[in-house]
């Protein structure tokens, strides 16, 4: 079973062995006697955001297929919505765009499913999922028991949570508590508002909130298209990222040297004096244009994605990834992190 078939980026090797869990109860079942067999276990979900091997993976893949979705009443006018981990995600966030429920409506058009999304704790134009997450299911296989987690439990941050970088805790379902409102949230991210003609804070129709974002995706290939080889990538390849004061000021020295005083790099400042900056503009000032590389290149639309756009294997994508890598390194001094899962290899 070529793993190729269910990446995003049309790449990886094959699976030794490959089960489909269409429930809860099967995912469960398949993780704990992959476990008892002694077997290495990968947990599939929409491979939106896997980079795997061109060897593949040796041990069994469970391909969560759970596609359950339940909505109940909660207090003040909200609504929790429970769905499986093999939900996709997309079509869950138009569904309650169109019933009337805001609070992941600037997540549209991300691709993949509703169990990696408390793993990356997935985010865009100032919106996270752990914004609206009150529970999360997992199965324990330390403990080889259910554990319901709430959002403490799940240390959301920056792309970030308990689950990324462990693979301790199966997700199995997720609980969102959404506002019953025409409205969006609170627009936070410029594109976004320029976009819209409406101002920071603004709020506008939920309809109207995703087309904008499904159009801002789309100009930059981030919205899945069969006949756009740029969207044959993994998103985001690269965090944006967070430095703190005394970095800030090593980068902001090195990027006056390089581009001169008047470069006025984005940054983003947090209440402690951190900056978040942008990879992709780091990337784009770095020296790396849209459409670099082959057979593995930059997207024509967007420095941050890496695409394969039919040629290219695992090894010549993570070798790009490696020039860009080193090429802003050496530029402004700051090291940037794959957020792509790695399976099989390592950046």
């Known amino acids: 079973m070529p793993l190729a078939d269910y990446t995003t980026l049309g790449l990886g090797g094959p699976a030794a062995r490959f089960r489909v869990a269409a ?15 002694g077997d290495a276990l990968l947990v599939l979900g929409g491979g939106s955001n896997l980079v795997v091997s061109d060897e593949g993976f040796a041990g069994t893949v469970v391909h969560a297929e759970s596609r359950s979705v339940s909505f109940r009443d909660a207090e003040d006018g909200r609504v929790r919505i429970r769905a499986g981990a093999g939900v996709p995600w997309d079509p869950l966030v138009e569904r309650t765009v169109a019933e009337g429920f ?3 409506e600037f997540l549209s058009g991300i691709p993949g ?27 324990d296989r330390h ?14 941050d920056y792309r970030d949570s308990v689950f990324k970088g462990s693979d301790r805790y199966v997700v199995c379902e997720v609980v969102f508590e959404l506002e019953r409102s025409p ?22 129709p939920l309809a109207r909130a995703r087309e904008t974002v499904l159009g ?28 703190d004061p005394p970095e800030y000021a090593d980068f902001a020295r090195r990027a006056a040297d390089l581009l001169g005083p008047d470069a006025e790099p984005p940054a983003h400042f947090d209440a402690e004096g951190r900056a978040k900056l942008s990879a992709a503009w780091l990337i784009d000032n770095a020296g790396f244009s849209r459409g670099y590389g082959s057979p593995a290149r930059i997207s024509t639309k967007h420095t941050l994605a890496l695409t394969n756009p039919g040629d290219a294997t695992t090894e010549d994508l993570l070798a790009l990834a490696r020039e860009v ?12 992190v794959n957020e792509p899962v790695m399976v099989g290899v390592a950046l």
Request: negative net charge; contains cysteine; aromatic residues 6%.
């Open 325 to 336: 890598r080193a090429g802003v390194a050496k530029a402004f001094g700051v090291t940037l």
């Open 23 to 37: 429930d809860t109860e099967e995912l469960i079942a398949a993780v704990a006697e992959t476990d008892a067999a």
């Open 113 to 139: 499913r509703v169990g990696s999304t408390p793993i990356q704790n997935v985010g865009a134009y100032g919106q996270e999922v752990s914004q609206s997450i009150v529970e999360v299911l997992v199965y």
């Open 102 to 104: 805001s609070g992941i």
């Open 183 to 204: 409205s969006s949230r609170p627009i936070r991210y410029a594109e976004v508002a320029h976009a819209l003609g409406a101002a920071a804070g603004d709020q506008v």
């Open 216 to 243: 801002l995706r789309r100009g930059k290939g981030m919205v899945l298209d069969p006949d756009d080889p740029d969207t044959r990538s993994a998103g985001s390849f690269f965090t944006n990222p967070v430095l």
């Open 143 to 156: 403990t080889g028991e259910r554990r319901t987690m709430g959002p403490a439990d799940c240390r959301f």
